[in-house]
């Protein structure tokens, strides 16, 4: 039978050149072999296997595309390719890396002093230090960019924060959380970094989550949390800068969904291969057939996407709309393939131990999570129209 490969166009080895293709091939053994043979325990558990992060730190590949602080400098394509290879083992710990890596790290390497950049980039690099980013709150999601509630009061060399905050991944076990809040003096939204232990921040594990059971999600509470001023993030000064954040993470989302799409449909493809009813493979009946090939059409679909995404990254030619289309975009296609993945392996579909029902569960939150369908599709519009559809 031909191998079972869901990059169909040839793009891992064909477009990347020796060096990153062998990196892939590693950081896909890698997970294959240590991080596979874990999820589905933990992911029912709702807990974070914490053995993993020393060997994830290992394989160097945190912070990949930053320049200095012992970040490796790699393209947006080969960050993108790994995003998809750690999506498509486990979407929950490319979620956990995202934050690290992309929110976290890329806050401070794109808003931080250089300071603030010396200070914390190298150990986040290597994940002695593991970061957090909080901006939605309980009653501000979509609303984020104009509405945020958190506040923050300055009162000499200190600021004084006052909010809560919820969704915030990692934020329970993070050695430092960024903090998106209102400044109540000039009304602008500034980021801040709170150390773990500090006085006023209170972190509750989010409970029952039905997808991305294994990222840990927080509700923070910031009671009169003071934070010195030397921990703002000093180039951030207003909602436009926490959305130059956003722009490069929403691409590794979108790279993230094809991760996900392309585990379920390996998985499905080899499943149907194996199973038999009627005494023949399910995969030669003609209707399973035609599943399988409107799931690999909207796989390829997205990879190209996200492959030429990442290319316009890496030519400093990227803007919001370019990353919100490929969210949006991937992001929907993906809640397809997943849920006829699950449908050609009937009953076995909804088992955990197919893997298959982690997918679907897991696809509803990157259908959320950086921007809704919704707000990136308005965010295109805007772009496309020339009016804005946002209050
Ligand atoms: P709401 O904003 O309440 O939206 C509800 C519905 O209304 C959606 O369908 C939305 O599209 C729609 N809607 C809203 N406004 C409009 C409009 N103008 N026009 C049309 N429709 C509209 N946040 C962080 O800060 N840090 C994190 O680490 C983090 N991790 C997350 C992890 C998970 C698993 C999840 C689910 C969320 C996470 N989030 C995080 C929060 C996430 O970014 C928000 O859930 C998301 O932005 C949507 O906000 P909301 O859930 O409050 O939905």
Known sequence: ??????????????????????????????????????????????????????KIAELNICGLTYQGYGCPGKSNVMEGMLAMEMARVDTSMSTFFGVQSGLAMGSIYLL???????????????MKIIGAFGLTEPEVGSAAAGGLTTT?????????????????GNSTFSDVTIIWARDVDDNQVKGFLIRKGNKGFAVEKMQDKMALRIVQNGLITLTNCEVDEEDRLQNANSFKDTAKVLRMTRAGVAWQAVGCA???????????????????????????????????????????LCFRLSQLQDQGLLTDEHASLAKVFCSLRTRDVVSRAREV???????????????????????????TKEINSLIVGRAITGFSAFV
Do not use: C
Request: charge should be neutral; charged fraction near 25%; aromatic fraction near 12%.
């Open 262 to 304: 392309r585990g379920a449909y390996e998985s499905a493809l080899a499943y149907t291969r194996t199973r038999k009813q009627f005494g023949k493979p399910i995969a030669s009946f003609q209707l399973i057939q035609n599943h399988l090939v409107e799931m690999l059409s909207n796989l390829t679909a997205m990879q190209t």
């Open 152 to 168: 923050a009061k300055r009162q000499g060399s200190k600021w004084i924060l006052n909010g809560q905050k919820k969704w915030i």
């Open 112 to 126: 931080g002093s250089e300071a603030q950049k010396q200070e914390w980039l190298p150990a986040m690099q290597k």
């Open 345 to 371: 392996m009937g009953g076995n579909g909804i088992l955990l131990e197919y893997d298959v029902a982690r997918f679907v569960a897991d696809a509803e939150a990157i259908y959320s999570y950086e921007g």
């Open 1 to 54: 039978l031909p191998p079972i490969n869901g990059d169909f166009y040839h793009l891992g080895d064909t477009a990347l050149n020796e060096e990153d293709r062998a990196l892939q091939l590693k950081v896909r053994a890698f997970l294959e072999k240590e991080v596979k043979p874990l999820v589905n325990a933990y992911w029912l558990k709702a807990e974070f296997p914490f053995e993993l992060i020393p």
